[in-house]
């Protein structure tokens, strides 16, 4: 790229000889590759610089600037975490803010006010507590401010799902449910 560059550059002033056998020549062609070279580290630099675009070393050390590796996987996970962790600041203690803040880090959760200095951490759509929930805790204890107490929520099935549903021991049986599997065993219109 820049070699084609500088010879069309140096062409007009009909001094040097331009094919690669010369002296020149190779000098041109020698500097286009070290410039080309300088040109992929710059893209390389500028894409990681930016958030929104970093992909490998950009990400690796924002997330380094965090007490704990958000819960992402993906680089858009990875960007979205290092974005909503970096929002964090006085005005983040609304039951939203925090809400869109653990989202944010690639955690399925919502946070609901339980009044004065509480909040609950519910997990929609998850049944039972939620893969790396070690992991989910700790990111999720280090987002809240400490004055907050913090209760988690897990869903499980109730006895009066189990009523409803109309399951029976025998039912239980017949699926081979342990009791971990029966918690979990929520009918399909129950549900969250």
């Known amino acids: 790229m820049y070699e084609e560059y500088l010879r069309r550059l140096l062409a007009p002033l009909g001094v ?6 010369s002296l ?17 580290r710059l893209d390389e630099v500028e894409q990681e610089s930016v958030t929104a675009t970093a992909e490998g070393e950009g990400l690796r050390r924002r997330e380094a600037l965090f007490l704990r590796r958000p ?21 983040s203690l609304t039951p939203e803010a925090i809400g869109r803040t653990i989202r944010g880090c690639g955690i399925r959760a919502q946070a609901i006010e339980l009044g004065t200095n509480r909040v609950r951490v519910v997990f ?11 992991q989910i805790e700790k990111i999720v204890m280090d987002i809240l401010p400490c004055h907050l107490g913090v209760e988690f929520y897990f869903r499980f099935l109730t006895w009066e ?16 449910y342990d009791w971990e599997g029966f918690q979990k065993a929520i009918p399909p219109e129950e549900g969250d």
Do not use: M
């Not at 040097?16 to 056998?21: C, G, T, V």
């Not at 000098?27 to 992929?40: F, H, K, P, Q």
């Open 161 to 176: 799902e189990c009523h409803r549903a109309g399951y029976t021991w025998g039912f239980v049986e017949e699926q081979e």
């Open 124 to 134: 929609p759509g998850t049944v039972g507590v939620p893969a790396e929930f070690e």
């Open 16 to 21: 040097y000889r331009l094919d690669r056998d």
């Open 24 to 40: 020149s020549g190779a000098e041109i062609y020698a500097l286009g590759r070290g410039l080309d070279a300088v040109s992929d």
């Open 71 to 91: 819960a992402a996987v993906t680089p858009e996970e990875r960007r979205a975490a290092i974005a909503a962790l970096l929002q964090i600041d006085g005005d």
